[in-house]
Structure formats: structure tokens, C-alpha cells
């Protein structure tokens, strides 16, 4: 069974302030993704990270696929209200026509104003 | 362009009644279709999935099914609710060979 694990699982920062997520596991992706949720809401794509050590940048929210491709991390930058909400990372399967994501525990992510 | 309808948006039921969710999409054939229930504020966990009409995966035993009578079309069903059945049930779609889903906006179902 794949599990995904995301630290910490609430933060609550001020508006300006950086900030990290992480997302790990002890299993091997073949593309890890990152969505957002809003309350109510289903979760919205984000990011999809492929090859081990890519770094994808969306405007404030740099994404990281690690190295061995089991782990990833969101930082954002300068963080403001509307980044306010549940991040979900997610894992495809390794194998080939396997589709299915396995999704992490979630971060819950408040900012200030 | 592809859209995903989900309904109904929120559902209270009692206990041993039975259930249907129905969730469509638009604009893309032969989807890959997924049913998720989400525990509040928290992960997801994968109840069904289906690569095809009438082909249906169950991840996990529970009190629920569920069917796809058309190519766009994925139903999540009960026979009879069981308090533990209540939560927030999301419906999804993937294109075949790639991993980015699409979410319908859930069902908040209470059981009670």
C-alpha cells in the first residue's frame, strides 16, 4: 500500500510570509501532483511533477519532485489570503497504465491578513 | 472543453434508506472515472475507479457500488446508508495514460 505523508498537517502564518510543505513517502511515483481545496469544494490541479529533481515554479508556489521520486514539496513565497486552503499531494502508480492517485493526508494552510 | 457535473451537492438521508450519486462528464470519450470520499478536512481515500463501461475496481469493502451504465456516466450507490457512509463524496476524471484528475464539486451526504 502506498501512503503519502504531509507535514505539518496545519499551519497558520502571516500574510508575507514563506512558508513549506512537504510530502513524503517510502514508495516510488511516476509523477506526484499537487492540488488546492477550498471549503466545500472539490480540489483543483495545481502542479504535476514527473522527473526526479524537477522544480516547477507557478508564479509564488515553487514545487519539487525529490531526487528518488518519493518525495515532494510546495513553497510558497510571500504567502497571501487567497492562499488559504487544504494542499493535497498526490502519487500515480509506478507501473505502466496505472492511473489510480494515492492522495497525502493534506495540509491545512490559513493566512493572516 | 471537458466538464464534470456532480450531483446532488448536498444529500441528508437516514439510516437504512438507499443512496445514488450520479456523476457525468462532457467534452472527452472514455475517460478514466474515480469516486472519493473525503473525511473532513483531511485526504482522500479511493472507493472506485473504472477504465471502462461496465468495468468497475472496489479499493476498499464497504456498503456501497458502483456502476457505469455509460461511457460518461459513474454512479455510486447503497442499498442501505449506515451512519459511517456520511462524509464528502467526490467524482473525478482522467484522461487514459496521463495522472491529472478533474473533480466534480462533491456531495456533503449525512446520515442520520
Known amino acids: 500500500t502506498q501512503l503519502l505523508e504531509q507535514s505539518p498537517q496545519f499551519l497558520s502564518i502571516q500574510e508575507g510570509e514563506n512558508l513549506t510543505v512537504y510530502c513524503n513517502s517510502s514508495?516510488?511515483?511516476?509523477?506526484l501532483q499537487w492540488y488546492r481545496q477550498e471549503p466545500g469544494e472539490g480540489p483543483v490541479l495545481l502542479v504535476t511533477?514527473?522527473?526526479?529533481?524537477e522544480v516547477k515554479k507557478l508564479k509564488r508556489l515553487t514545487f519539487q519532485f525529490g531526487d528518488a521520486r518519493k518525495d515532494s514539496s510546495l513553497h510558497i513565497t510571500a504567502a497571501q489570503p487567497g492562499d488559504t486552503g487544504l494542499y493535497l499531494c498526490?502519487?500515480?502508480?509506478?507501473?505502466?497504465?496505472?492511473?489510480?492517485?494515492?492522495f497525502g493526508t493534506g495540509t491545512r494552510l490559513t493566512i493572516i491578513p | 472543453s471537458q466538464t464534470i457535473h456532480q450531483w446532488p451537492a448536498t444529500l441528508v438521508q437516514p439510516v437504512g434508506s438507499p443512496l445514488s450519486l450520479e456523476c457525468t462528464v462532457e467534452?472527452?470519450?472514455?475517460?478514466?472515472l474515480y469516486w472519493y470520499r473525503q473525511a473532513a478536512g483531511r485526504g482522500l481515500q479511493l472507493l472506485f475507479y473504472?477504465?471502462?463501461?461496465?468495468?468497475i475496481s472496489s479499493e476498499v469493502p464497504q456498503n456501497l457500488s458502483a456502476s457505469r451504465p455509460q461511457d460518461r456516466q459513474f454512479i455510486l450507490s447503497s442499498k442501505k446508508l449506515l451512519l459511517s457512509d456520511s462524509g464528502f463524496y467526490l467524482c473525478?476524471?482522467?484522461?487514459?495514460?496521463?495522472?491529472?484528475?478533474?473533480f466534480g464539486s462533491g456531495t456533503r451526504l449525512t446520515v442520520v
Open positions: 498526490a502519487g500515480a502508480g509506478s507501473n505502466f497504465g496505472n492511473e489510480k492517485l494515492t
Open positions: 467534452g472527452t470519450s472514455n475517460p478514466n
Open positions: 511533477v514527473v522527473t526526479g529533481g
Open positions: 473504472s477504465v471502462g463501461i461496465g468495468q
Open positions: 514508495s516510488v511515483f511516476s509523477s
Open positions: 473525478a476524471w482522467s484522461v487514459q495514460g496521463a495522472s491529472g484528475y478533474t
